[in-house]
């Protein structure tokens, strides 16, 4: 028995090597996906920096540019998307039911999501947290002062569940004023029917951009009240699929670690640096391991920019929403934003 035990051993590492190296075969959503020639993005229906479309129908934001990264690396071409705008209510439906392919809309990974609705988050492209809105002028800030105040928010969010929570928790009887569409919300609370309005702070600064006549007048408080990690999502038992759209999160976090970007990507295939050399296809092909070509990272970064570009063109300080990058700055700046590297 012991003479054998190295065979028995080496047979072992031989079998694990040949699975290791069998590509992904596509599943039934990527043979969709590719036989339709696009990729079917849910998004919100309109939060500024996030995903949101001009009055030519053409779609912006975070959320936008992650699918677009997806789609160049799947189909080759970041414009091949159709997208389907989602209200708060419908999109989880959207996704279940196979009208869309990704639900990418600023949408909170919690427990009871990732284990009750049949699908699988890829990651956090944001993190937030909840926060609150009011008057400039009012006596109100801070959150603890929210005593027995009207706050208007929308229903079917975490955010709903997170006010009550935190109004209970805190003792500030505060009173919730609920609404099914975000419009809704956002216009009772600047026509005054609310003291405040609560959603992400992200939520609250594109909100405060584009609705409020003058945004001076409304101020976002200090205190968050939640976690919420904002990330897309795919059908649970898409297995391909949701490699994919992970990895390629992580290739374009990868990119902005190794200053890899949307202008220098095609230089950056010279680079002597084995990581980059990996990234862009050049040493190595990881694509095969995900059913795709070894050129799927670079059509990525090429299409959108690495995910600080992401960020800086869409939320960041320049940008009207005006965030700052916090704690999605990457891991070695101080932030959250982590990748496993892509070898």
């Given amino acids: 028995m012991l003479k054998s035990f190295p065979r028995i051993a080496l047979g072992a590492l031989v079998a694990a090597a040949a699975m290791a190296a069998v590509p992904a075969h596509a599943g039934k959503t990527i043979d969709t996906i590719k036989q339709r020639g696009q990729l079917v993005c849910g998004v919100n229906t309109g939060l500024a920096g996030f995903s949101a479309a001009d009055s030519q129908g053409n779609w912006s934001g975070l959320d936008v540019d992650y699918c677009k990264a997806v789609a160049a690396a799947l189909l080759g071409d970041a414009t091949k998307i159709k997208w389907v705008p989602l209200n708060a209510q419908q999109r989880f439906t959207a996704l279940q039911s196979g009208e869309i392919d990704i639900l990418s809309r600023n949408t909170t990974w919690t427990l009871t999501r990732d284990a009750s609705l049949g699908l699988s988050f890829v990651g956090v492209t944001y993190y937030d947290g909840q926060g609150f809105m009011v008057p400039s002028k009012g006596k109100i800030k801070s959150a603890k002062q929210l005593k027995g105040a009207t706050v208007c928010v ?190």
Wanted: aromatic share 8%; charged share 25%.
């Fill in 154 to 343: 929308q229903s079917g969010t975490t955010t709903e569940k997170n006010l009550t929570d935190y109004s209970r928790a805190n003792n500030l009887n505060i009173k919730p004023v609920v609404f099914e569409k975000v419009e809704a919300a956002t216009g009772a609370y600047f026509a005054g029917r609310c003291q405040a309005y609560t959603t992400d702070a992200s939520g609250l600064a594109s909100v405060r951009n584009k609705e409020a006549k003058n945004p001076a007048d409304h101020m976002i408080l200090p205190e968050l009240i939640s976690k919420e990690p904002l990330g897309p999502s795919v059908r649970r038992g898409d297995d391909e699929l949701f490699a994919i759209a992970r990895w390629v999160k992580f290739a374009l976090l990868e990119a902005e670690e190794y200053g890899v970007n949307q202008a220098n990507v095609d230089q950056m295939k010279t680079s002597a640096d084995p990581v980059v050399q990996r990234l862009l296809g050049v040493s190595e092909d990881t694509g095969k391991l995900l059913g795709l070509d070894k050129d799927w990272a670079y059509r990525a970064i090429k299409a959108v920019g690495n995910y600080g570009e992401i960020f800086e063109r869409n939320v960041g300080p320049k940008t009207p929403i005006g965030l700052p990058r916090g704690v999605n700055n990457l891991w070695n700046k101080g932030g959250l934003m982590y990748a496993p590297p892509v070898r």
